[in-house]
Structures are given as C-alpha cells and as structure tokens.
T-cell receptor, first 115, second 111 residues
Framework: EAGVAQSPRYKIIEKRQSVAFWCNPI?????LYWYQQILGQGPKLLIQ????????DSQLPKDRFSAERLKGVDSTLKIQPAKLEDSAVYLC?????????????FGPGTRLLVL | GDSVTQMEGPVTLSEEAFLTINCTYT??????LFWYVQYPGEGLQLLLK?????DKGSNKGFEATYRKETTSFHLEKGSVQVSDSAVYFC??????????FGKGTTLSVSS
C-alpha cells in the first residue's frame, strides 16, 4: 500500500514569509499527526487530528502555526510568519487502530530552512 | 514531566559487534514503548514495540525488553551490519496516542 505522502520535500524561505506543507495519509487512517523535528532532537508533536477534528494542539504555537484537515483525509500545516527557529523537518504521520493496537506510519518529511 | 532519555551518540562499531543503545523513560503508569529507525534520506520507520511490562519486542535481529523496575527499554543487537547505520529513536506514548521521542542516537557501523 502507498505510504504517507508529503510535499514539498524541501523549502527555503526568508523570515516573516509564509509557508504551507501538505500531507496525504495512508488510505483509511483516521488519525493524523504533525510533528516538528529540530536538528539533533527527536520529533515533537504539534497537532493531532481524529478524522477532521483536533484531538491535541496543546503544543502548537497558535500565534503563527495553523493546521487543518477539512475532509478528514489530507492535511495542511501553515506557518505565518516564519521565524528562524522554525527551521526543522516537519513530519506527518497517520495511524489506524487494529486489534487494540495503534501504529504510526511516518512520511518522509518536509525540510524547512528559514533564512 | 514525562520524557524519554537516550544515550548520547554517535555510536561507532565494527561489523559483527554487539550493540546496546540505552533508553529510559519517565511516566505515570505503563505506556507502550517503541524504537523507531531513520535510515539516511528516509522517513521514520517502526523497528519494534512493547505494550506491557516484561514484553520483548524484536525485529531484524534487534530486541528490546520492557523493564518496569528500571523504567528502561534498551535496544540490543548481537551482530550489527553496515546496513544498520542509521539514527535510532526511543519513544513512548503520551496521554492518548501521540508519541514522545528521545533525541535519537546515531549508529555508524564500519566494515
């Protein structure tokens, strides 16, 4: 089956510009996550969706970050305006509950560099 | 707060050497534990997992045992290969289903 798709793979912008990332989860996966991975650190959850509803966005910097999953499938993550410290890899993951267990599958990530 | 702590890298080994990457966690209760691997240029892949105390996860020759007494989930492999060179992340569930990751440990295996 096809994996989690993300685009673009790389993006370079200047600070104060806006940027958007797109994620297409594995077909049938109701849960979708966005993680931020800063160089040298592990991924950190930004937001979690269940279908088109937000489950957890407690770590999302809402003054500049927004995310949506309008039809419960694809999702977009936006940063407006970007800061230097937003330079990171943005990972999308999706999951499905099977046999009482949930496994997350990760996309290749979008590498963002803010200059 | 809840966290996952991994040993600092990089870990450099010769082919066929024994590998241990230490991982400890803090949590209330007994969360599911995971090891993910990130090969160069690729996304995170689940390597193995354990969902309750004393469970042993295993895959591709790697093993990790859920030790509640020591709150640890150390990753081991008896004989590493060059193809095992990657970054390894230990993770645990936070409340709900999202994951908390350690900082990652880079493994470099030379022939």
């Amino acid at each position: 089956e096809a994996g989690v798709a993300q685009s673009p793979r790389y993006k370079i912008i200047e600070k104060r510009q806006s940027v958007a990332f797109w994620c297409n989860p594995i077909s049938g996966h109701a849960t979708l996550y966005w993680y931020q991975q800063i160089l040298g650190q592990g991924p950190k959850l930004l937001i979690q969706f269940q279908n088109n509803g937000v489950v957890d966005d407690s770590q999302l910097p809402k003054d500049r970050f927004s995310a949506e999953r309008l039809k419960g499938v694809d999702s977009t993550l936006k940063i407006q305006p970007a800061k230097l410290e937003d330079s990171a890899v943005y990972l999308c993951a999706s999951s499905i509950l099977q046999g009482g267990q949930e496994t997350q599958y990760f996309g290749p990530g979008t590498r963002l560099l803010v200059l | 707060g809840d966290s996952v702590t991994q040993m600092e890298g990089p870990v450099t080994l010769s082919e066929e050497a024994f590998l241990t990457i230490n991982c400890t966690y803090t949590a209330t209760g007994y969360p599911s534990l995971f090891w993910y691997v990130q090969y160069p240029g690729e996304g995170l892949q689940l390597l193995l997992k354990a969902t309750k105390a004393d469970d042993k996860g295993s895959n591709k020759g790697f093993e990790a045992t859920y030790r509640k007494e020591t709150t640890s989930f150390h990753l081991e492999k008896g004989s590493v290969q060059v193809s095992d060179s990657a970054v390894y992340f230990c993770a645990r569930r936070q409340a709900g289903t999202a994951l908390i990751f350690g900082k990652g440990t880079t493994l470099s295996v030379s022939s």
